[in-house]
């Protein structure tokens, strides 16, 4: 077979398909003289409530703030306070721990379920306290890791729902999307996810309307008007050039997760390595966004030098879970062996909506020679 280089994702190439249009509407912002909270972030955030199916979306300067001033905003509002528990999955992007404990909150971690990697319902309730108020589901890896057993708990002990969106956006749960299943939802446009700016981005999306005007003068110094402050705030807004950026690339969205939902088809259908455990689900493909594609292999390290060496980019989600690092000193003695065995055993295959025929055969062909 002819040497070939795959990339992970190409950058270059998602924002090539769309390039005019994307030029277009950043000269429209720069030519208009206002560069902040203006018209287009204004459309923005009314097209991405419409699109996840909210009352409203406030532009943030990126995923983690929102998720922050979600929780602020809550603290502001009387419904938590310093030293209250927010449970969170333990196989997570650190960024879902940080925004709890930037607000003297506690994380309590829960384990994944080791099918679909997401937070595993049944091991929920026995985290749950006195001081539990609200549960953080994340949707990983594209994946929703909603479910009725999640909602009845929140229901049941009166907890509030948030939903890290940050690598599932436009993925579906019985019709409704992600963000729009629970109480708030943090959204990050990262140039990499499958909704991405041309550099950092977020958004918080919500039904609550008293919520969505805290999180929004929060971000705002604290400010809901000119120059009176009513917290103690921060700066995080969406720019205009990359409000106009994403409101581009979302009317192409649905149709760019269509392409990475057939790639995983083809990964799905292709790839037959006894050594490789493929992910697994009956809802494998209409659940899910496929952010990225995870493999697990004990040999993880092994394969990924071998794609390596016959041009295959891959990346590792995550090699440290949370409570293994040493911003998380504290928690080195704990123990969560699902959440450490993928971590230890995780590799993601190149994904994206730019990937050709040629691509995936190529990755596939190679994935199944490895012995």
């Known amino acids: 077979m002819e040497y070939r280089t795959v990339p992970f994702l190409s950058l270059k190439d998602i924002t090539n398909k769309y390039s005019e249009e994307i030029h277009a509407a950043i000269a429209k912002v720069t030519d208009s003289g206002w560069y902040l909270q203006g018209e287009a972030n204004k459309k923005f955030e009314e097209n991405y409530a419409h699109y996840i199916g909210t009352k409203h979306c406030v532009g943030v300067a990126n995923g983690l703030d929102a998720l922050t001033l979600i929780l602020r905003a809550y603290i502001e509002l009387g419904i938590m306070r310093t030293g209250d528990e927010v449970i969170v999955p333990a196989n997570t992007y650190i960024a879902s721990v940080l925004a709890i404990t930037r607000n003297g909150l506690i994380p309590v971690l829960a384990e994944p379920d080791i099918h679909t990697y997401q937070i595993d319902a049944a091991r929920i309730e026995a985290c749950i306290s006195e001081r539990t108020r609200a549960i ?29 969106n940050a690598q599932a956006h436009g993925c579906l749960y019985k019709g409704k999307r992600t963000g729009s299943l629970g109480d708030a939802a943090g959204h990050s446009f990262y140039p990499g996810k499958n ?177």
Not at 147 to 152: F, K, L, N, R, V
Not at 157 to 162: Q, R
Not at 215 to 233: E, P
């Open 195 to 371: 909704l991405g700016a041309l550099g950092d981005g977020g958004a918080v999306t919500t039904d609550d309307t008293e919520l969505a005007e805290t999180v929004r003068s929060l971000a705002n110094y604290g400010s809901g008007q000119k120059y009176v402050f009513k917290y103690q705030g921060i700066n995080s807004r969406l720019d205009e050039i990359q409000a106009a950026v994403l409101d581009v690339k979302l009317k192409y969205l649905d149709e760019d997760n269509c392409r990475r939902k057939e790639t995983a088809r083809r990964y799905l259908d292709g790839i037959k390595n006894e050594r490789i455990i493929l992910p697994v689900g009956d809802d494998e493909i209409c659940g899910n966004v496929f952010h990225i594609f995870p493999v697990r292999t004990v040999e993880r390290d092994a394969l990924q030098s071998y794609l390596k060496e016959n041009g295959i980019q891959t990346l590792i989600h995550y090699p440290i879970p949370p409570h293994k690092q040493e911003a998380y000193r504290e928690w080195k003695e704990l123990s969560f062996p699902v959440t450490e065995e993928i971590h230890r055993t995780e590799l993601s295959l190149p994904m994206g909506p730019t990937l050709t025929a040629e691509e995936m055969e190529y990755v596939i062909n190679f994935v199944n020679r490895w012995r």
């Open 136 to 164: 953080m589901i994340v949707h990983l890896y594209g994946k929703c890791a909603y479910s009725e057993e999640i909602g009845d708990l929140c229901k049941k002990y009166h907890l509030k729902l948030i939903e890290d």
